[in-house]
């Protein structure tokens, strides 16, 4: 799978259920089942991980050595909150309470898919952020990208 890309607007009903988007359910691996986990993400969004993707990452995490206080604390933080969820025979997704009040999700979401993730955010935070970096991004790229060298043409 080359990975999950696209920006899709959804809207959250009464419940915190959004319909999952087509254009992104025909991106998901078949071994991911329509199963997902959900935990806060880095910034102020939600990640949701197909589960096959989210059984990649656990394996690593696994790998941490435990007695290291600070990888117990990551260990933590990151599983905090996390919650497996399905798409519903309506293909929506219902999203945790506790989680949607973390991050202040209101009606309007974005979900914002990259690699093997995708994140929940609150669509007027998520193009605020958006437009406030837009201005750095060539900045940004030369700074992430500028060390990665072009592919050996052989």
């Given amino acids: ?5 696209g920006e899709y607007e959804c809207k959250l009903d009464a ?17 991911a ?8 993400g880095f910034e102020n ?19 941490l ?22 798409l519903d025979n309506a293909g929506r997704i219902l999203i945790p309470t506790a989680l949607m009040e973390r991050i202040g999700l209101k009606k309007e979401i974005m979900l914002t898919a990259y690699n093997d993730r995708i994140e929940i955010w609150d669509r007027a935070e998520y193009l605020s952020i958006m437009d406030e970096n837009i201005t750095d991004f060539s ?16």
């Fill in 15 to 31: 419940k915190g259920r959004f319909l999952f988007p087509a254009g992104l359910r025909k991106q998901l691996d078949p071994a």
């Fill in 65 to 86: 050595n435990l007695f290291k206080p600070k990888n117990r604390m990551f260990y933590r933080l990151f599983h905090q909150g996390a919650k497996q969820l399905t």
């Fill in 33 to 40: 089942n329509e199963n997902f986990m959900v935990n806060k």
């Fill in 1 to 5: 799978m080359a990975g999950l890309v």
């Fill in 139 to 154: 900045d940004l790229a030369d700074e992430v990208m500028g060390e990665i060298g072009e592919p050996d043409d052989e």
């Fill in 45 to 63: 969004c939600l990640t949701l991980y197909p589960m096959n993707e989210w059984e990649k990452v656990t394996a690593r995490l696994s790998k």
